[in-house]
């Protein structure tokens, strides 16, 4: 029952694992992104390719990862890959900027916009988003500090409804408010004949960003080396089907042009059916996402930095577990603080740009371990491997190349800066291994 490395109770079984990976994923992206993507692309067709497509590309990106965990099953996910495989600089850099930017951005940003709809549903004023943002980060802490029981209870009953908003988001959608409607949603839009393709992926693999998460809780994952490339397999259909379905119902009833002017599609087709009451209920179930996501992406950051903290990489108090409810409280509450700190800053938005792109920049470089470990263990027994090999592995990390090419190109500034947090990190690991005691490999 207990990682015989770490500490940590292997208590997460598949249904755990499966809406981990989900909870991980379905944020607040497919409720705001699909205008931007509409926007970017000719015809409700191209759309759904986008989406279909990026959702393969990241099923792809989940089987490789799906290997690694099978192969390494312990806490830490990508940081230990990236140790392991190219020495601890790299995993290093991983940890340095998931703590700044990646996980703690998102979960500000996040956060942001779970008090916004809070405020809505409630009718506060605009000044209470921050506070409800900050209480939000701290009641993650919470729920957190006494066991990963408790927390995945919480986490499955967040996912489970967030699941829920979107079938009814659906049903609205396809059976009700698009009933009759004879908007050609298929057709192309003649104010878009001329928009690039590759642009429309960003906002859309934002919004599958998270299919990592699962590989940072693995050292609670029961039958790990079975249960967790399932999960991750599992997870992801079931998350490319809700997006697939969730555009249609979009198209559906606004049209493409309809959807490339919208902000808030899910609004506009709720209160199509239900009027201002039918807003305010998918604004609820917009709140319970991003409290959701907020949620696993803190809990499993907060597995990096324990593991770090063990490693030698960070602070040896971050990396010890509670001698009862083996958690890494410590870990848990420095990545919540500098959450709430980015709230309080403002910069959460621009933060946001930086944590996408580096976020997927850091999967592409966690699934070339891959080839490092087929490479040096050849002859070692794994219960999952990457069918195709290695064309998925290729595949993910040129296509993720392309994209970051294109994030250059279109957001040369902020893709900068988030290159210039990473590479800040050298000579912070340089100091780190001369003023304190050397990193154990």
């Known amino acids: 029952m207990t990682s015989p490395a770490t500490g940590y109770q292997r208590s997460l079984r598949l249904r755990d694992a499966a809406l981990v990976v989900i909870g991980g994923i379905i944020g607040g992206g497919i409720f705001l992104n699909p205008g ?96 409800l943002a900050v209480g939000a980060l701290a009641l993650v802490a919470l729920i957190n500090l006494f066991g990963l029981k408790f927390g995945v209870q919480m986490q499955n009953l967040f996912t489970l409804l967030k699941l829920l908003a979107v079938a009814v988001l659906v049903v609205c959608g396809l059976f009700l408010a698009g009933v009759g409607s004879g908007t050609p949603w298929l057709a192309v839009d003649p104010a878009r004949s001329d928009v690039g393709f ?55 009833v606004l049209g493409h042009d309809g959807l490339a002017h919208s902000r808030t599609p899910a609004a506009e087709v709720m209160n199509k059916v239900f009027g201002p009451a039918g807003a305010k209920l998918i604004a609820v179930g917009i709140a319970i996402s991003t409290f959701g996501f907020c949620n696993i992406t803190l809990v499993a950051g907060a597995r990096v930095l324990q593991v770090m903290g063990a490693d030698g990489l960070f602070f040896a108090s971050v990396g010890r577990l509670h001698p009862r409810h083996h958690t890494p409280n410590l870990a848990l509450l420095l990545l919540v603080g500098w959450s709430i700190v980015l709230v309080l800053s403002g910069s959460y938005g621009q933060l946001l740009d930086y944590a996408t792109f580096g976020d997927w920049l850091a999967c592409a470089i966690g699934v070339g371990t891959l080839f490092w470990y087929r490479h040096r263990q ?30 250059l190109r279109t957001s040369l500034v902020n893709t900068g800066i988030g290159l210039a947090i990473m ?8 100091v780190w291994r001369r003023v304190f005691h050397p990193v154990r490999s």
């Open 198 to 252: 590759m642009s429309a992926a960003l906002p859309v693999l934002f919004a599958y960003s998270g299919f990592t998460y699962l590989n940072n809780l693995a050292g609670e994952v029961k039958e790990p080396q079975r249960t967790l490339p399932r999960a991750l397999v599992l997870g992801m259909l079931g998350v490319i089907a809700a997006y697939a379905l969730v555009n249609v119902a979009y198209l559906a």
């Open 423 to 430: 590479i800040a990190g050298i000579p912070v690991y340089l």
């Open 378 to 407: 050849q002859h070692e027994t794994v219960s999952f491997r990457v069918p195709g090999y290695p064309l998925p592995p290729l595949i993910f990390i040129a296509t993720i190349g392309l994209v970051v090419v294109q994030s």
């Open 36 to 131: 931007i993507a509409a926007q970017r692309t000719e015809s409700g067709l191209a759309l759904l390719l986008v989406w279909v497509g990026a959702g393969v590309l990241t099923l792809l990106g989940a089987l490789c990862y799906a290997e690694l965990g099978a192969r390494r099953p312990h806490a830490g996910g990508s940081y230990v890959y990236l140790r392991e495989a190219f020495g601890p600089l790299a995993g290093f850099l991983f940890g340095w900027t998931m703590l700044l930017v990646i996980y703690s951005g998102s979960s500000a940003a996040v956060a942001t916009i779970f008090a916004s709809y809070a405020a809505s549903v409630f009718g506060l004023p605009a000044a209470m988003a921050t506070p």
